[in-house]
């Protein structure tokens, strides 16, 4: 026990076996590693211990990766993750058994690790499926190892412990299942659709362009901890990132509340940091935890709407890749009124000559015509009374 | 009630195409255009209405004064079946119709002043409606009163068009309709008071007092008598019949007696809040305080003794008098006398007043329609004249 070993930074390093040395991290960043996680998830306190442990005593459980219709900005994402690094999760948290970008292997030999991951993890493995997958002329549009998208990801979920759907061409088709610019196309020209879709059954879905890689790690980890997924709402997607408008965190809130809007890039109140829906943002249709979680682990503002661009709903499935960036977004909690009350209100006007000049007119006509009504009363009456001696009366 | 022998009911008959017909018709198709430019244009294009003002005549006079002339029927009808004066019945169905439309356009009358009319059915809608507002007795009162009139007045229609059993069936529930169609309307013209008292300072101290229901509903049945003499004495000049003379002198006697009362409780109610000051200040206030005032005092000594109440020139004049300062003590109230803040002021603007113009006009060609084509006024048997009696 004499000669303590020492990480780089200083750290005492953990001893051969732990999941510390497994990790390479120091104990201390393990722990912050495992509360992150479970506040992102929003889990009570204490729960950062099951999380821990779970972490640390969990055999590590087998993921495959597929990849179809995408641009692999999901996995991209993923690869600048900190807490862990992705090498950390890949080789430590999770065992990576198949995921075309990060592995070495290639051809027959991958598709044969997979099938044997498959086999010796039987209904224990995680699916994650990134890209959205071709189901138009029998799905033709996607091979893999000359499998179509449509068989792959049915072969891999059939035993699988969980399916996720990460990006929102997973989710539901994203941008591929948009409707091109083609004349005469009802839709996408390859029927692009999402996981759920094609195994018919729900998955969780962890949508964005791309999505932010600690909803991705957060639901894993759930499922890690407590053997089942976390809370979904009804598009799937989880509800510890995806219960929230854009709009309800967004920093530029107290703009919008204010009537302070850029109206376009680069004009004053852009510069200002002014609120950007005016300039089509969908934060106020978009329910996404990107305010609070921010992107790359670089600190304040590094969002889209922090960089000052607007928000374009891209896990909203409708709203992404759908309506152009410049529409207005539906406002789904408060709408702004049209109009705003004029600040100086009129405070009426006197009499005017054409309203005095009517109201006399009525006046006088009615005391003339009631007048004119009593005379001839007046004179019916004396005409009675003169003749007087009129016993009949009363 | 049975002990009397009226003639009964029967229409005048007549032409309906004449001079005031038409002059009514061309009335009401201004009114119309200029409530279609409100309608689509909204409130603002035709009318003077303000942030500081946001009544004005339409509920002023169309709606306020408008069902105050239309207490006639439930003042004759509380004289006859409550007070059991059965020898004014002949007066009840002539009142009562000019109360059903009175009330029916006040009615009416307030959609066209409400900015967003169409959510009028809010306030008596559970979840929406407030029942501890003011508003809310005024707006319950005023649309179950409208109902309970109709009922009240079918008779006459059912009559018209030979519907017996209909009519045998309303007759039974007629005293529970005329016990409702008399605490309503008292509910409402008092409510309208009420109005006025949450206001609070906003009101000039001659019109505001905890007294101003009472205030309200006295006028307003002291009104109805008035509008009786009137409405008698202008169908008899208009139709060229006998006026009803031996009803009409002792029913004066009665507006007299509730006019007294009007009058000592609003001097009463002046004196002792210390407000009467107020009435000796040269402003407007205190101006049209006089004059609403002078037209209240009049009748007492235009109508004096016996031999000028069996004049009907006087009577009329005395109604209209009095009509005229119910009129003013409504207008005072609710927009003379309401200062809102500084620098805010009101006037109607001419399509105002073409509206509300249009308004009555609709109540008098009613009128005559009706009274020409259904049994309203009494049958006229030119041979014997107040032959039952």
């Known amino acids: 026990m004499g000669s303590r070993q020492f990480s780089e930074s200083g750290e005492p390093m953990a001893a051969p076996g732990s999941v510390e040395s497994r990790l390479e991290m120091s104990r201390r960043s393990f722990l912050q590693f495992c509360a992150t996680l479970a506040t992102t998830l929003g889990l009570p306190k204490g729960a950062e211990a099951a999380v821990e442990k779970a972490m640390a005593a969990a055999e590590r459980p087998s993921v495959i990766w597929l990849h179809f219709q995408e641009c692999t900005g999901c996995t991209e994402s993923m690869l600048r993750a900190e807490h862990p690094t992705i090498e950390k999760l890949i080789l430590d948290v999770i065992s990576l058994d198949y995921h075309e970008t990060l592995f070495a292997a290639a051809g027959h030999q991958v598709e044969a690790a997979r099938k044997a991951a498959m ?5 224990k493995y995680l699916l994650v499926v990134e890209g959205a997958i071709p189901t138009k002329d029998g799905g033709i549009y996607c091979k893999v190892g000359n499998q179509t998208a449509i068989d792959l990801t049915r072969e891999c979920a059939a035993d699988a412990a969980a399916v996720i759907a990460i990006g929102s061409c997973a989710s539901w088709g994203g941008m591929p299942s948009t409707i091109p610019s083609i004349a005469g196309a009802d839709s996408s020209p390859t029927g692009s659709s999402g996981v759920a879709e094609v195994l018919g059954k729900p998955v969780v879905n962890i949508p964005g362009c791309p999505p932010n890689p600690y909803n991705f790690l957060a639901t894993v980890v759930h499922f890690l901890t407590f053997g089942t997924l976390p809370e979904l709402d009804a598009q799937g997607r989880p509800r510890f990132a995806y219960s929230r408008l854009v709009h309800e965190n967004c920093e530029r809130r107290a703009h919008f509340d204010a009537g302070r809007f850029a109206l376009r890039f680069g004009d004053e109140g852009h510069r200002k940091g002014y609120c950007l829906y005016k300039l089509g943002c969908k934060g106020p249709e978009t329910y996404a935890n990107c305010p609070t979680a921010l992107f790359g682990d670089a600190g304040a503002g590094t969002w889209p709407v922090g960089c000052g661009h607007p928000c374009i709903g891209c896990t909203e499935q409708g709203v992404g890749f759908t309506k152009p960036i410049h529409t207005l977004a539906r406002v789904k909690n408060i709408e702004p009124p049209a109009v705003y009350p004029t600040i100086g209100e009129k405070q009426g006007q006197g009499v005017s000559l054409g309203s005095a000049a009517v109201l006399a007119a009525v006046v006088g006509a009615a005391a003339g015509a009631g007048a004119m009504v009593a005379r001839n009363l007046g004179k019916a009456h004396e005409a009675e009374e003169t003749p007087s001696n009129d016993p009949a009366k009363e | 009630m049975s002990a009397h022998v009226h003639a009964r009911p029967a229409p005048v008959g007549g032409r309906l ?13 201004a009114a ?6 409100r309608f689509t244009a909204g409130l603002g294009a035709v009318t003077n209405l303000n942030d500081g003002y946001p009544w004005g005549i339409w509920v002023v006079a169309d709606v306020v004064i408008g069902s105050a002339f239309a207490c006639g029927g439930f003042s004759v009808a509380m004289l006859v079946y409550i007070f059991n004066k059965g020898e004014y019945h002949p007066l009840v ?3 009562l119709l000019a109360s059903l439309f009175g009330y029916t356009l006040a009615g009416v009358g307030v959609i066209f002043d409400l900015g967003r009319y169409w ?10 409606a407030s029942p501890n507002s003011v508003m809310f007795e005024v707006a319950a009162c005023i649309s179950l009163y409208i109902l309970v009139m109709w009922l009240e007045f079918s008779p006459a229609l059912f009559e018209k068009f030979g ?10 529930a007629m005293f529970f309709l005329i016990g409702l169609g008399t605490v309503l309307p008292m509910m409402h013209q008092s409510s309208l008071g009420s109005l006025l008292v949450v206001f609070g300072t906003q009101i000039h101290p001659l019109w505001q007092t905890m007294a101003l229901p009472a205030i309200f509903l006295i006028s307003a049945i002291t009104i ?12 008899a000049a208009g139709y060229r019949r006998k006026i009803e003379m031996h009803l009409l002198t002792p029913l004066a006697r009665v507006m007299l007696g509730m ?15 210390g407000a009467l000051g107020y009435a000796f200040e040269a402003t407007l206030q205190s101006l049209m305080f006089w004059l609403e005032t002078a037209c209240f005092a009049a009748p007492l000594v235009l109508l004096r003794s016996a031999a000028q109440r069996r004049n009907p020139a006087r009577l009329f004049v005395a109604g209209a008098l009095l009509m005229l300062g119910g009129s003013l003590l409504r207008v005072n109230a609710f927009l003379v006398g309401y200062d809102t803040g500084a620098g805010w002021s009101y006037f109607p603007s001419v399509p105002e007043m073409l509206v509300t113009i249009g308004m009555f006009a609709i109540e008098v060609l009613g009128y005559i329609v009706i009274t020409r084509r259904f049994p309203v006024l009494p049958r006229e048997d030119h041979a014997a004249p107040a032959a039952a009696h």
Do not use: Q
């Open chain 2, 259 to 273: 006019l007294s009362i009007f009058l000592v409780l609003r001097f009463g109610d002046l004196i002792v809040r």
């Open chain 2, 32 to 37: 119309l255009a200029v409530l279609a430019i």
């Open chain 2, 17 to 29: 195409l004449n001079l005031a017909t038409v002059t009514c018709g061309v009335l009401i198709l």
């Open chain 2, 93 to 95: 169905r002539p009142a």
């Open chain 1, 119 to 123: 086999e010796k993890h039987k209904g």
């Open chain 2, 224 to 235: 109805g008598y008035a509008v009786v003499l009137f409405e008698s004495c202008l169908a």
């Open chain 2, 119 to 128: 959510n009028f059915w809010h306030i008596l809608w559970p979840g929406y």
């Open chain 2, 163 to 172: 519907m017996k059993n209909a009519r045998r069936r309303v007759g039974k």
